[in-house]
């Protein structure tokens, strides 16, 4: 691709706005259209066209605009990430022509270890080899690890465990990816901010996955940071419809199935009640005929916009043998923000007619009886029962933890913002924001269908003379 071509490049994606949407106003367009637009491109363009990442990408591919040092592009599996990179890096190191210098001249590749970094990052399918049309295409240079394009700029390769490695050299561009994966994440990604120091802006890009690591963290905290994110579903157009049935089957409504397929970064507080594993592990898709059924509401002391949430949470107990071998399951998170008491009333009743629940129990130390004066305006005849906290939120949630530690709870797809506010459950307290409505209600209903029945079975009965 030469200085011709790239001068065409520019300006197929810059104005006109239909096609800085590139292949999606391709698809959406009438074949008299698109046979149009193709006829109206020069030899040289036509065949530079499948180079031209930036007509072809999506938007969580391109670079935000503004000022900013790092680049973190988090997705799901198969979201495209790994092709942003490359081209990415292409972007830095190539000019108008295969021999025109480009923004970059030193590059660093920083993968888990360097295998990983050369098979995905250098010969992936989606990697800087396979991206790069055949005049530019870089020399691998095995011996030396590292990639020379044909204007002289260099990309070295490096493993995040061995952060010492990136002591010494400096750079003016660098690729992370997987930096969610790497063991040694803080150490390395410290080295390699001291060996980013040439040119006048340079800048680097993280691909990854998210997962629950300080060192990611730190990087979106910072100031000079910019995100892009997509799912998996994004990039569904170049996967296979196999492979999306599959994963949305397996793990759709999963907290597993947010990270790996939505690109959520799903955080754990230090030292948590519940940990993201062990709610991944309590996962059932069916729940057996159950005993009985309860919804609890934890409900707001006011009624308007910006409330707590009003927590209401169904759950269920397949109540055979001794209590302490019964299972529960919790079913739903019909939980509502803002709303007004009628509202969650209405709500919480409905939750009892959906799951067949005979009981409705409601925390009543904020609203006394006027939390059953709402509901039974909705429905005089709700079975009710008021409970009362006679102990903090943490005393009463860790009975119920420990019934998790045991394997006795199950969770069905679904309960997503439920689970987050558990994964923020501390010894200390809860560490999220606002108030864990959900999890005090999810407390109440296990307590009422376990922990309570568990209480009276084992008290000492008193035996008559």
């Not at 689970?419 to 108030?435: C, H, I, K, N, P």
Request: glycine share 8%; with cysteine; hydrophobic share 45%.
């Amino acid at each position: 691709m030469g200085a011709k071509e790239e001068a065409t490049r520019q300006s197929l994606t810059s104005p006109p706005p239909a096609l800085r949407s590139g292949a999606a106003w391709l698809a959406s367009a009438t074949p008299q259209t698109v046979d149009a637009f193709l006829e109206s491109l020069s030899d040289g363009a036509l065949m530079a066209l499948p180079w031209m990442f930036e007509f072809w990408a999506l938007p969580h591919q391109l670079p935000p605009e503004g000022v900013w040092r790092s680049w973190v592009i988090m997705g799901g599996r198969g979201a495209g990430k790994t092709r942003a990179g490359a081209e990415w890096v292409r972007a830095q190191v190539e000019g108008a022509g295969p021999r025109d210098p480009g923004m970059a001249k030193h590059v660093a590749l920083v993968g888990e270890t360097i295998d990983q970094a050369r098979e995905v990052m250098v010969f992936g399918e989606s990697g800087i080899l396979a991206c790069t049309p055949p005049d530019r295409r870089p020399e691998w240079q095995a011996t030396r690890k590292r990639l020379v394009w044909p204007n002289g700029a260099e990309a070295r390769l490096f493993s995040a465990h061995e952060p010492e490695s990136l002591r010494g050299p400096q750079f003016d561009a660098a690729w992370a990816d997987e930096l969610a994966k790497w063991k040694r994440a803080g150490e390395a990604w410290d080295m390699l901010q001291f060996a980013l120091r040439l040119g006048p802006q340079p800048r680097q890009v993280v691909t990854t996955t998210p997962r629950n690591v300080e060192a990611l963290k730190a990087i979106l905290r910072n100031p000079s940071t910019v995100v892009t994110h997509a799912p998996t579903e994004a990039n569904r157009a170049y996967l296979a419809a196999s492979f999306l049935e599959e994963v949305r089957a397996r793990y759709g409504g999963t907290r597993l199935g947010r990270q790996e397929l939505d690109g959520a970064l799903l955080e754990e507080a230090e030292g948590a009640l519940w940990s993201n594993a062990a709610i991944e592990a309590s996962r059932v898709d069916e729940v057996p005929r159950l005993s009985r059924v309860v919804v609890a509401v934890d409900p707001p002391v006011t009624g308007h916009s910006s409330s707590d949430e009003c927590g209401i949470v169904v759950a269920g107990v397949v109540a055979e043998g001794a209590p302490q071998e019964w299972r529960a399951y919790v079913l739903e998170d019909a939980s509502l923000s803002g709303a007004s008491p009628d509202q969650w009333a209405r709500a919480a009743i409905a939750a009892m007619e959906r799951h067949g629940a005979e009981r409705l129990v409601a925390e009543v130390n904020q609203g006394g009886d006027l939390v059953e004066s709402v509901l039974r305006q909705v429905d005089p005849l709700v079975p009710y029962r008021a409970v009362r906290a006679a102990r903090g939120k943490l005393a009463r949630a860790e009975p119920v933890a420990a019934l998790y530690e045991q394997g006795r709870v199950a969770h069905m797809r679904g309960l997503a913002a439920l689970e987050d506010q558990m994964a923020q459950m501390t010894g200390q307290g809860f560490q999220g924001r606002g108030s864990p409505d959900r999890v005090d209600a999810l407390v109440w209903a296990l307590t009422d269908l376990m922990i309570a029945p568990a209480q009276a079975w084992r008290r000492p009965r008193v035996r008559g003379l």
